[in-house]
């Protein structure tokens, strides 16, 4: 699919034209300048021809500050791999020195460019986008991004440039991947070695990324879509406004994610708030990976993974189905232990034992661990306890037996465990359902 881009200096609406075209809130929109700091990347169909969308950071290219730097650099990354380019002025404020300067970044730029005035929203502002016509540009699109207005008509102007779509529904199945921790762990960090390339921004000021941005991944001829998320603080220390959608859409992305991958720091160890993420992936049933960052700055110390083990066994009882590894993001090795990872929770999650074996092996079980007992009195329905999976994505199956209320946890926690020992299931959670039959 093309990729358009769309740019333009701080706060001229990026953001919110990158919702109004995919036509929900993708993006975060705040009156702030610079909300937006990594590409954020999205699937747009438009008259049944598909495209993806990007919006980008403001370009400032006078500016020398830290951040908005890497902002910048986004944003010129954005336009190189760009196959379209929107070029968004603000109306209102008129043609400025940062909008000739972003002109002449494009100057030598051959891909096809639009010139999108933005807030103009009402009869009266149509004689503001005269003054746009400075720039050079053959044709003008003015529009609302905030009401819709004229947007459709700068769609029409792209349609001719998007080829008819003939991968219909392909990302959707490809494995989807949320890279999850707290904030300030290398979740970023770990997207751009993954990518081999400055995909998201990365800082060491905690709470740099706020969008959860995807990105498509190849890797030894298999495609996966990886998704950075914001770093979830606790509750009481999250700040109202950006932070708290921020979060939000970190959570939600583990919910439309297949596998996440809870990075842990290997210096400061296992916390509270640790314990608290992995709780979401387990309420959401996703599958997990845990990845303890940062361990290049420990492997010295004997006792520290002794340390880290004892940490895991106290704090995630309900996470030891999770496999575990040690590395360092940037690190190539650490790749090397990832994606084998990642394959093997992700077929897990998604495998499915026919009807025929669930029941030889459930027969063979009940010879040595019959159901729990009822009133006092062996059960009768052993021979006739049935058992198949319903569901996959985590895979769930349902035990049918006379009395299903007699089936105690403890007794599904057992059966659980032999299913994990004759199937394996590594990496991903499984439910079972006790019914009357």
């Given at each position: ?167 219909a529904g392909e990302l959707a199945q490809l494995p989807r991947i949320a890279i999850v921790g707290r904030p300030n762990v290398g979740k970023s960090t770990l997207i751009n070695a993954v990518m081999g390339e400055e995909r998201v921004v990365v800082s060491d000021v905690p709470g740099t990324t706020r969008d959860p941005i995807d990105s498509l991944v190849t ?219």
């Open positions: 699919m093309p990729l358009v881009a769309i740019i333009g200096r701080p706060n001229v609406g990026k953001s919110t034209l990158f919702n109004k075209i995919l036509g929900v809130k993708t993006a975060i929109v705040d009156d702030v300048p610079g909300v937006t700091r990594d590409r954020n990347y999205a699937d747009a169909v438009y008259r049944e021809r598909k495209f993806r969308l990007v919006d980008t950071g403001g370009l400032d290219l006078s500016t020398s500050d830290g951040m908005l730097s890497l902002i910048r650099r986004q944003s010129e990354l954005a336009i190189a791999e760009a196959d379209i380019l929107i070029f968004l002025l603000d109306g209102r404020s008129g043609l400025t020195p940062p909008d000739h300067e972003v002109m002449r970044l494009l100057r030598g730029v051959t891909k096809p460019i639009f010139y999108a005035v933005n807030k103009i929203d009402t009869p009266k502002a149509d004689p503001l986008v005269a003054d746009f016509y400075q720039l050079g540009a053959d044709e003008l699109y003015p529009l609302s991004a905030e009401h819709g207005i004229g947007v459709a008509e700068l769609l029409d102007a792209l349609y001719p440039l998007l080829p008819p779509a003939d991968q890797h030894n001829g298999k495609r996966y879509v990886f998704t950075d998320t914001a770093g979830i603080r606790r509750r009481g220390r999250i700040d109202r406004g950006i932070e708290g959608y921020s979060v939000m859409r970190s959570l939600r992305a583990i919910g439309r994610s297949d596998v996440a991958v809870l990075l842990l720091d290997g210096v400061e160890g296992v916390t509270e708030q640790d314990t608290k993420i992995a709780g979401a992936i387990l309420k959401q049933g996703r599958a997990c990976a845990l990845l303890v960052n940062k361990w290049d700055l420990r492997a010295g110390d004997a006792e520290a993974r002794k340390e880290y083990e004892r940490e895991f066994n106290r704090r995630f009882p309900f996470l030891t189905w999770a496999p575990v590894f040690y590395g360092a993001a940037a690190k190539p090795d650490s790749l090397r232990q990832l994606f084998p990872q990642i394959d093997e929770a992700y077929g897990s999650f998604t495998k499915r034992v026919p009807t025929g074996q669930l029941n030889q092996f459930l027969q063979e079980l009940l010879i040595t661990h019959p159901l729990p007992v009822r009133k006092g009195k062996p059960s009768k329905v052993t021979k006739s306890a049935f058992m198949t999976q319903v569901a996959t994505k985590p895979p769930v199956f349902a035990l049918f037996v006379g009395h299903p209320q007699d089936i105690t946890p403890s007794y599904l926690k057992f059966l659980e465990s032999r299913l994990r020992e004759t199937y394996g299931f590594s990496g991903t959670p499984i439910r079972i359902l006790a019914r009357k039959k």
